[in-house]
């Protein structure tokens, strides 16, 4: 079935890295551009990144931006996200997910179950 | 810190008609298609509403999206119990910095 299942989260010192993948099935992963949204604890939506089905443009959000870095392996129909000098405010349960697109007719989403990242000492 | 302003929270009792709003600015709502997502507690946001006002099969018609200069709304008709959630609206922002996906503040409904 279409699904979107995330790994790689965990506890992480600040200043720590760690890398983020999502496993994408039941779909043509390679067709679409995909997203990361996190989520803080009782918080609301905040979208981290999105990167173009073909990785040729990839857009940040500015609380982010220089530290993380999206990306994708269309041949193993999976998105990443390195998280580089991770702070507290990091902490969030982080979902990848395909959205509608900004420019085109699909209406469909897809959303991972989410993976937890706490940045802690 | 977002840029799409909703309020916190609504309420409703059964059958009634819930309505949240959504204000952005020329750079989001202003220029761009506005969406609105559901979150359940304890699980992953879903899409209710795309393109300001069309709905994804499924989500049923007592969802409507609805669009004005730099503001959006959300209203649920004929609300029922199990539509108790988050709700957030989102849209593209062409900010300075480069494109932008940006999500509401969200709105909490309650339904009493």
């Known amino acids: 079935q279409v699904q979107l299942v995330e790994s790689g989260g965990g506890v992480v010192q600040p200043g720590g890295s760690l890398r983020l993948s999502c496993a994408a099935s039941?779909?043509?992963?390679?067709?679409?551009?995909m997203h990361w949204v996190r989520q803080a604890p009782g918080k609301g939506l905040e979208w981290v990144a999105f990167?173009?089905?073909?990785?040729?443009?990839?857009y940040y959000a500015d609380s982010v931006k220089g530290r993380f870095t999206i990306s994708r392996d269309n041949s193993k129909n999976t998105l990443y996200l390195q998280m580089n000098s991770l702070r507290a405010e990091d902490t969030a349960v982080y979902y990848c997910?395909?959205?509608?697109?900004?420019?085109?007719?699909?209406?469909?989403?897809?959303w991972g179950q989410g993976t937890m990242v706490t940045v802690s000492s | 810190q977002s840029v799409l302003t909703q309020p916190p929270s609504a309420s409703g009792t059964p059958g009634q008609r819930v309505t949240i709003s959504c204000s952005g600015s020329?750079?989001?709502?202003?220029?761009?298609?506005v969406y609105w997502y559901q979150q359940l507690p304890g699980t992953a946001p879903k899409l209710l509403i795309y393109?300001?006002?069309q709905r994804p099969s499924g989500v049923p018609d007592r969802f409507s999206g609805s669009k004005s200069g730099t503001s959006a709304s959300l209203a649920i008709s004929g609300l029922r119990s199990e539509d108790e959630a988050d709700y957030y609206c989102?849209?593209?922002?062409?900010?300075?910095?480069?494109?932008?996906?940006?999500f509401g503040t969200g709105t909490k409904v309650t339904v009493l």
């Open positions: 039941g779909f043509t992963f390679s067709s679409y551009g």
């Open positions: 990167i173009r089905y073909d990785g040729s443009n990839k």
């Open positions: 020329s750079s989001n709502i202003g220029s761009n298609y």
């Open positions: 393109r300001n006002n």
């Open positions: 997910a395909k959205l509608p697109p900004r420019y085109g007719d699909d209406a469909f989403d897809i």
């Open positions: 989102a849209a593209w922002d062409d900010s300075l910095s480069g494109p932008h996906y940006v």
